[in-house]
């Protein structure tokens, strides 16, 4: 492995584990939408104007999507090398037959969150930044009931446990990928990895998609 593709990996793995971290965060703050709706509403709604209102979150903000940026990008260029590697790899290399077909088709995987990245940053960051939402009882921006009216949308909640089930399979290898990257994945911890990575990324996504899934159904 060169120095250059070593460098990236790392990249990768940096902003993959970061970005890890902010998945807890933000799922913490949007299991407020599980709580009664009177409750739910203050509470979401409270949270919201935190985010948006603090400079350090808007530091870690802009961590935040510097890192999706370099996460993709360096996606996109170690893929493109593995493709041209790939193209020349001998004809008994049985690689491709032996490991997972997630790890197969990260790019796939990546591509279906990147878009539902854009729909979701559409749907409610746009708005929330430079839309015109009505205010709730305390003065804050109403991102509860948009929440609402989307997750209403039966399509909607359909796509979003689609990517979510995508978003599993794609921390898994991430998660795989990052421990080896960054030495980490030693034969003598080999199997607690293993556990901790099914454990975080079934219990992330499964949080996540359970959301609206709740709130399309019974609330």
């Known amino acids: 492995m060169t120095?250059?593709?070593?460098?990236?990996?790392?990249?990768?793995?940096?902003?993959?584990?970061?970005?890890?971290?902010?998945?807890?965060?933000?799922?913490?703050g949007n299991l407020?939408?599980?709580?009664?709706a009177?409750?739910?509403?203050?509470?979401?709604?409270?949270?919201?104007?935190l985010l948006s209102g603090n400079i350090l979150i808007k530091i870690i903000s802009w961590v935040l999507y510097a890192s999706i940026i370099a996460h993709v990008v360096y996606a996109i260029i170690i893929t493109a090398a593995n493709t041209r590697a790939q193209k020349q790899k001998y004809h008994y290399d049985r690689r491709g037959t032996v490991s997972?077909?997630?790890?197969?088709?990260?790019?796939?995987?990546?591509?279906i969150i990147?878009?539902?990245?854009?729909?979701?940053?559409?749907?409610?960051?746009?708005?929330?930044?430079?839309?015109?939402?009505?205010?709730?009882?305390?003065?804050?921006?109403?991102?509860?009931t948009l929440v609402m009216e989307v997750y209403s949308q039966t399509w909607y909640v359909?796509?979003?446990?689609?990517c979510m089930v995508a978003l599993c399979y794609h921390l898994l290898h991430g998660f795989f990928s990052a421990a080896r990257t960054l030495g980490v994945y030693h034969p003598k911890y080999v199997r607690w990895i293993k556990v901790l990575g099914w454990i975080y990324s079934v219990g992330i996504c499964a949080g996540?998609?359970?959301i609206p899934v709740y709130v399309h159904f019974l609330k």
Request: aromatic share 20%.
């Open 3 to 28: 120095q250059t593709t070593l460098t990236r990996k790392i990249w990768m793995a940096l902003t993959g584990l970061f970005l890890c971290f902010f998945l807890v965060i933000h799922l913490l």
């Open 32 to 36: 407020q939408l599980l709580l009664p």
């Open 38 to 49: 009177a409750e739910s509403q203050l509470q979401f709604n409270a949270y919201s104007h």
């Open 100 to 111: 997972k077909w997630y790890s197969r088709n990260m790019g796939l995987l990546g591509t």
């Open 114 to 144: 990147f878009i539902f990245l854009v729909i979701h940053f559409r749907d409610f960051w746009y708005v929330y930044k430079f839309g015109q939402l009505p205010l709730d009882a305390r003065g804050n921006k109403d991102l509860y």
């Open 158 to 162: 359909g796509v979003y446990v689609i």
């Open 208 to 210: 996540f998609a359970i």
